[in-house]
């Protein structure tokens, strides 16, 4: 079968990598990819996702048996429902089902309705009165642009003054755009450690995958500004088999009963960001893709074969994986390698040295996210956020030793990394033991089974 794989970062070298293992794949495609995917045997297809003439073209030209859209701005824009209506088969949700995560106010108010734990909110279309809101809050808040931003119209607040400035980057002066700052979500800040959570979702059959860890702040110690992610690992302890069963029931349930019976049924891949505070787990965000960074450990550590689970996605027969991933029991720790001045304006078109041979090292894999050949064919860092150095090791302490080793032979100008991915769980007094797979996959539930659970 061949496959075409739309995107460009580390999650999709990882996905291009996985599919290319598939006994059944033929030839593999990205869109537009980068210089890892094509390293990776996957031809560069150099048209945009806006192109959905010629994409829809392309695909019934190469014969394509499955399309798996990576990012989230193809899926906000329609793509995969521009490619069934063609008869292409795809991974990966409809528009009206991508709003879980382009549209922030549709995401919180699916939440209230489904009864889903999340922080209290409130929802503004004009700036006054959520500057009213703000000021008569005894908490501190967060203030979210409605749409999508490249994941930075989530503004953490520490004060009020902090949360007044953000009402006026979103609303009045459209520092993420128009359209995404036309609504905001002001919501209360919550305290503790996050945890992301990916289910695969298809039909009636919900697929819950080992938990992971992100580490979103640009610097050691979660200091400094928000990225899209500087390393992650896999499996996170902090999502013991009780916690992962509760959220299935809290959360996954009821967030995809409820979609269903909105006439948006989800299918693909469910993301949940979730936050452990004081009060229980609570929802902050959802995904409606493969997180990036988490994709890179997840994918490291699976063993069954990702074409076939996929297909069986978007097929509706997800049913038929119930119990039957296979996971590598070894964790996985990946390190993000960003260009200088990320996560704000970075540098780009810096030589980079060491691939090869952090490669080399054993169960250590080095997935490119912005790289490409320069018009010498040497590689060039083409993004901020360059490399995901990702290695298994016998235990997590193992795994993270084995990716600094990598990272350690890797160089570029101006190449910044967090020295501390996985320290969360490491530093924990008493290590918990997570099994893997961590959960067995629920099969939807009738209408009022899931339980409610309160709003913090
Ligand atoms: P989002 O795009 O909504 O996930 O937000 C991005 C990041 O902002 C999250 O991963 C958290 O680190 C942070 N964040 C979002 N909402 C909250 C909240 N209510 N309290 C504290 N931090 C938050
Ligand atoms: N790692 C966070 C995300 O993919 O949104």
Redesign the pocket.
């Known amino acids: 079968m061949n496959v075409l794989v739309i995107g460009k970062g580390g999650r999709e070298h990882a996905l291009v990598w996985k599919l290319r293992q598939s006994p059944r794949a033929g030839r593999v495609f990205c869109a537009p990819g980068n210089a890892g995917t094509a390293r990776e045997g996957a031809t560069a297809v150099p048209i945009n996702y806006t192109e959905t003439d010629r994409l829809g073209r392309f695909c019934q030209k190469e014969a394509i048996g499955l399309v798996v859209i990576g990012p989230e701005d193809p899926l906000a824009a329609g793509l995969a429902d521009y490619l069934r209506g063609k008869g292409v088969k795809v991974f990966g949700p409809s528009k009206d089902a991508a709003r879980i995560e382009s549209s922030?106010v549709f995401?919180k108010e699916l939440m209230r309705h489904a009864d889903v734990p999340?922080?209290e909110?409130r929802v503004f279309d004009h700036p006054e009165p959520a500057r009213t809101y703000i000021q008569t809050r005894d908490y501190?808040?967060?203030v979210?642009a409605d749409g999508l931003a490249a994941?930075k119209?989530?503004i953490?607040c520490k004060d009020t003054q902090e949360a007044l400035r953000a009402v006026e980057r979103i609303m009045v002066r459209d520092e993420f755009g128009q359209r995404a700052g036309r609504r905001v979500v002001v919501?209360?800040?919550?305290?503790?450690e996050?945890l992301s959570v990916l289910a695969l979702v298809s039909g009636r059959t919900i697929l819950p995958l080992p938990p992971c860890q992100?580490h979103?702040?640009a610097l050691d110690g979660d200091q400094g500004p928000?990225t899209g992610g500087m390393g992650a690992y896999c499996p996170a302890p902090l999502g013991t088999l009780d916690l992962m069963a509760s959220l299935e029931a809290t959360v996954f349930v009821p967030t995809v009963h409820a979609m269903k019976r909105g006439r948006f049924p989800f299918q693909g891949l469910l993301y949940a960001?979730i936050?452990m505070t004081n009060q229980g787990p609570?929802v902050?965000?959802f995904?409606a893709r493969f997180g990036d960074p988490e994709t890179q450990p997840l994918l490291m550590r699976l063993k069954t074969d990702l074409l076939e689970i996929l297909e069986a996605v978007a097929d509706e027969r997800l049913e038929e994986f119930e119990n039957r991933i296979e996971w590598d029991p070894r964790p996985a720790v990946s390190v993000v390698l960003c260009s200088g001045g990320y996560p704000a304006k970075f540098d780009i078109g810096k030589s980079i040295t060491g691939i090869d041979e952090a490669d080399r090292l054993p169960d250590v894999k080095v997935f490119h996210a912005g790289t490409k050949l320069d018009e010498k064919g040497r590689l060039v860092s083409d993004g901020g956020r360059v490399l995901a150095v990702t290695a298994l090791g016998d235990t997590l302490a193992a795994a993270k030793a084995r990716a600094y080793q990598g990272v350690k032979l890797i160089n570029f100008p101006g190449m910044h990394f967090r020295t501390d991915i996985a320290d969360k769980a490491l530093k924990k007094p008493t290590p918990v033991r997570v099994e893997s797979p961590p959960v067995l996959p629920a099969r939807f539930r009738r209408p009022g089974s899931a339980g409610g659970t309160p709003q913090a």
Do not use: H, Y
């Open positions: 922030k995401a999340t922080a909110f501190p808040v967060v979210k994941g119209g989530v953490v919501e209360k800040k919550l305290e503790g996050e992100d979103k702040a928000n960001g936050m609570r902050l965000e995904n």
